[in-house]
């Protein structure tokens, strides 16, 4: 079974915090995504990667970096936390080949409230 | 750019109930279609999925139509379980891209 675990289930922070959100995958996928989940706008797509080192911003990042050092891991970074960044966030990764290839396998998610 | 539009929730049903959950794309390809579902506290995790116009995917008693013509996907299950309580979200990958859109999300809520 894929698995995708995420360093933390709640997390808070005070607004202007630097805070690192961490990502690992046990199935060697190329791919791995950052989204975040709010009410109402489902879920929308911050940054993801294709392979190592190489990231590709998604719909909403602002306010929002990304590090891929290693294949398994994919950090989302949140500069200076804002209390509008205070959402769920999720970690899926998925492969580019083989009959799975457009199935994303996703993170329990990380509860991030910032004050 | 592509999107998703699902039915506005939340929905409530009793056990054994027939559900439909309604979801309608826009799409410049020809795309993946998704249906993913969230159980209390947990992430994503895939329900079903179809690849190209007519194919079913079908998967614990739920099952959805790629249909083209319409460009609709629609959820459906015959009789619902209180299991089945969990966030449903319809989604769509073009092809090669890689990237997931999805739709906003239908909370559903199954009563003994």
């Known amino acids: 079974d894929v698995k995708v675990t995420q360093s933390s289930r709640y997390l808070v922070k005070r607004t202007g915090e630097k805070v690192f959100l961490e990502c690992v995958q046990d199935?060697?996928?190329?791919?791995m995504f950052w989204y975040r989940q709010d009410p109402g706008l489902g879920l929308r797509l911050i940054y993801f990667?294709?392979?190592?080192?190489?990231?590709e911003k998604g719909d909403i990042p602002e306010g929002y970096s990304v590090s891929r050092e290693k294949k398994e891991r994919f950090s989302l970074i949140l500069e200076s936390a804002s209390t509008n960044q205070t959402s769920m966030y999720l970690c899926?990764?998925?492969?580019?080949?083989?009959?799975?290839?457009?199935?994303?396998?996703f993170g329990p998610g990380t509860r991030l409230t910032v004050l | 750019g592509d999107s998703v539009t699902q039915m506005e929730g939340p929905v409530t049903l009793s056990e054994e109930a027939f559900l439909t959950i309604n979801c309608t794309y826009t799409a410049t390809g020809y795309p993946s279609l998704f249906w993913y579902v969230q159980y209390p506290g947990e992430g994503l995790q895939l329900l079903l999925k179809a690849t190209k116009a007519d194919d079913k995917g079908s998967n614990k008693g739920f099952e959805a139509t790629y249909r083209k013509e319409t460009t609709s996907f629609h959820l459906e299950k015959g009789s619902v379980q209180v299991s089945d309580s969990a966030v449903y979200f319809c989604a769509l990958s073009e092809w090669g891209a890689q990237k997931l859109v999805f739709g906003q999300g239908t909370r559903l809520t199954i009563n003994p």
């Open positions: 899926a990764s998925s492969s580019p080949t083989g009959p799975y290839r457009d199935t994303q396998y």
């Open positions: 990667s294709y392979d190592v080192k190489m990231k």
């Open positions: 199935m060697d996928h190329e791919n």
